[in-house]
């Protein structure tokens, strides 16, 4: 850390002088336009950058399949607009990877191929993403994933319960997209000025689309119990629909607490979910003890739903605590 005293210049005008050793790292000079960003009591400073488009290389020569497939998707939540993919020989299988990849991806597409490359680009502009609204249409997706998985086991609907475990991928899609975001406003502080949303709000949007992914994921793990459980007892069928409803109460709350704007509605919100947490225990045990007249095999595929709903709830859970801690007053 290195300090330095606001001396005033001309009457009026502030001025203070900035470490030798950051400018000269960062290419600062006499003429270079630099940027203030104001936060709180805190003001910003960067460079001013020329660079529109982040370009990144990545060797996949020794990559294939699921790691190449996750190499791409990290470097894309990292920040590179462009991304150009290099080896001796691209093999067919690591087109397909790629592919993959690209399809797994909000607005990415193969820009360019040739035997020794692949160059793929994110032809979203990142000033018109929205945080806010990736991580509303995570929780509409999710909420309906929740409620469709448990009403496609009740009804034996094979339909629904495919269209459930299709849904998960546009979660994990919205879910990169959020990722992708909160990082640039971690690396800049020009990304979350031009978002327009605090930092500290898009830690806690990052945090909460984090549980509502696996809130889907649970959905869908759901999904595919319904697909090789036939009809099940009408008692436990409505045992479990009544927990399916108070486990997406919880995460609606928890919702409905972390964008609400007044700070007494959000603690009221959140703390209602915090408790309804609790609840879920006892619901749950009601649950197993129905389950064990059961087939053991039919008896074990229903408890692994019933610990899906039960930890759901618990995502609301912590949901509704980012909530309060966001509501919480700021030092």
């Known amino acids: 850390m290195e300090t330095r005293k606001v001396q005033v ?5 502030y001025t203070v002088s900035l470490p030798k050793t950051w400018a000269t790292e960062n290419d600062v000079g006499a003429g270079t336009t630099v940027e203030f960003y104001p936060e709180d009591d805190a003001l910003l400073l960067t460079p001013q950058s020329d660079t529109e488009r982040q370009e990144g290389t990545l060797d996949i020569s020794q990559l294939e399949g699921e790691r190449l497939t996750r190499a791409v998707m990290t470097m894309y939540v990292s920040g590179f607009d462009i991304i150009r993919l290099e080896a001796g020989r691209i093999t067919t299988d690591q087109r397909r990877a790629i592919r993959s990849a690209t399809q797994g991806l909000v607005g990415v ?3 360019e191929e040739t035997t020794d490359s692949v160059v793929i680009q994110d032809l979203l502009d990142s000033s018109e993403l929205s945080i806010v609204n990736a991580v509303t249409r995570m929780r509409l997706i999710s909420q309906s994933m929740l409620e469709d998985a448990v009403r496609a086991l009740i009804e034996n609907d094979d339909d629904i319960a495919h ?3 299709e849904r998960d991928d546009d979660v994990d899609r919205l879910w990169l997209v959020v990722s992708r975001i909160f990082r640039a406003t971690l690396r800049s502080p020009r990304a979350a000025e ?3 949303v605090p930092r500290e709000d898009c830690f806690d ?4 689309a984090r549980q509502l992914e696996r809130v889907a994921d649970h959905a869908a793990k759901i999904s595919n119990l319904a697909l090789k459980l036939d009809e099940i007892p009408a008692d436990v069928a409505a045992a479990l629909e009544e927990l399916q409803t108070d486990a997406s109460m919880i995460l609606e709350k928890a919702m409905d607490a972390l964008f609400a704007e007044a700070a007494d509605e959000a603690n009221r919100l959140g703390h209602d979910a915090r408790e309804a947490v609790l609840e879920i225990d ?4 009601q649950i197993d003890d129905m389950l064990r007249d059961l087939d053991p095999v039919q008896a074990q595929s229903l408890g692994l739903i019933v610990d899906s709903l039960s930890r759901s709830a618990d995502y609301g859970g912590n949901i509704a605590e980012t909530a309060l801690q966001k509501a ?3 030092p």
């Open 9 to 13: 210049t001309g009457g009026s005008t």
């Open 109 to 111: 597409e193969v820009l």
């Open 163 to 165: 269209d459930v475990i």
């Open 194 to 196: 031009e978002l327009g």
């Open 205 to 208: 949007l990052h945090s909460s």
């Open 282 to 285: 006892q619901h749950t045990r």
């Open 328 to 330: 919480a007053p700021r």
